[in-house]
């Protein structure tokens, strides 16, 4: 007799994508990343204006890591990892998350120190508004910012997303933006997409995504 393949009320299983740009792979994150990941969150430069504003220890860092793979296996959203694809290195992460329901869904980014400043963050970021109003089909998505972020609130700029408020959120003071589908236009820059299903090695476990200070706030 066949074994069924999935429980008979599961809803089915979210196609995942992956995109490929000028300079990066945004890829899923797996387990394997925790070291690299690791070396981003505990730098204080990158971590300044996330979450509580300092570090997070290797063992905080895998349970945003376990995190971020079940949001994105559960959604077929989430945060991809960031792979510079000249050196091959993974240089931090971009996506699409919902932190807050009241905020909808949110842009969050964050890249390596060393790479700053080279266009990276808007590469990434411009495929990922892309992906979000092309194949989500969104209405809207929104960022969040720390005041002093400068660097963010830049980025958010260049990609046409507009100021809404100043507010309050996850226990800090903070900067709203958003940007609405028919405000959107994708570039000419290389955008390419690769599409499968729920990958095998993927666990069967429900169990909510663990809150941690990382996700308190991009
Ligand atoms: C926020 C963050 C992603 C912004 O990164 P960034 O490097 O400033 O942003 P970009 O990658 O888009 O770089 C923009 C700069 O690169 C330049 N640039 C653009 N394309 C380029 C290219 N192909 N080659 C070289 N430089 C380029 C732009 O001119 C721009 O410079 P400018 O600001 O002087 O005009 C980064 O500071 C970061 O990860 N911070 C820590 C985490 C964080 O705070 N995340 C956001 C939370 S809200």
């Known amino acids: 007799m066949s074994q069924p393949t999935s429980k008979p009320d599961s809803p089915p299983s979210?196609?995942?994508?992956?995109?490929?740009?000028?300079?990066?792979?945004?890829r899923l994150f797996t387990q394997a990343d925790l070291g690299e990941l690791a070396g981003l969150?505990?730098?204080?430069?990158?971590?300044?204006?996330?979450g509580s504003g300092q570090p997070i220890s290797t063992a905080e860092t895998q349970s945003v890591l376990s995190s971020?793979?079940?949001?994105?296996?559960?959604?077929?959203?989430?945060r991809w990892?960031?792979?510079?694809?000249?050196s091959g290195k993974m240089i931090g992460y971009c996506g699409l998350t919902i932190l807050d329901e009241a905020v909808g869904v949110e842009l969050v980014l964050l890249l390596a120190r060393s790479h700053?400043?080279?266009?990276?963050?808007?590469?990434?970021?411009?495929?990922?508004?892309?992906?979000?109003?092309?194949?989500?089909?969104?209405?809207e998505i929104s960022a969040l910012t720390m005041?002093?972020?400068?660097?963010?609130?830049?980025?958010?700029?260049e990609?046409?997303?507009?100021?809404?408020?100043?507010?309050?959120?996850?226990g800090v003071d903070c900067v709203y933006y958003s940007i609405k589908s028919q405000d959107f236009h994708a570039d000419e820059s290389p955008y390419t997409l690769r599409r499968?299903?729920?990958?095998?090695?993927?666990?069967?476990?429900?169990?909510?995504?663990?809150?941690?200070?990382?996700?308190?706030?991009?």
């Open 68 to 78: 971020i793979i079940h949001a994105f296996e559960k959604r077929g959203f989430g």
């Open 116 to 139: 700053w400043g080279k266009g990276f963050g808007f590469e990434a970021a411009h495929a990922t508004l892309r992906f979000g109003f092309e194949e989500l089909q969104l209405h």
């Open 41 to 50: 969150t505990s730098d204080p430069d990158v971590m300044k204006f996330i």
């Open 196 to 218: 499968f299903s729920r990958r095998a090695d993927s666990s069967d476990d429900d169990s909510p995504p663990v809150k941690t200070s990382l996700q308190a706030t991009v």
């Open 81 to 86: 990892a960031l792979v510079d694809t000249g």
């Open 159 to 170: 990609l046409k997303m507009g100021f809404l408020r100043d507010g309050h959120m996850y």
């Open 14 to 26: 979210p196609v995942l994508t992956e995109i490929q740009t000028a300079r990066l792979n945004l």
């Open 147 to 157: 005041p002093g972020n400068t660097r963010a609130r830049h980025l958010v700029d």
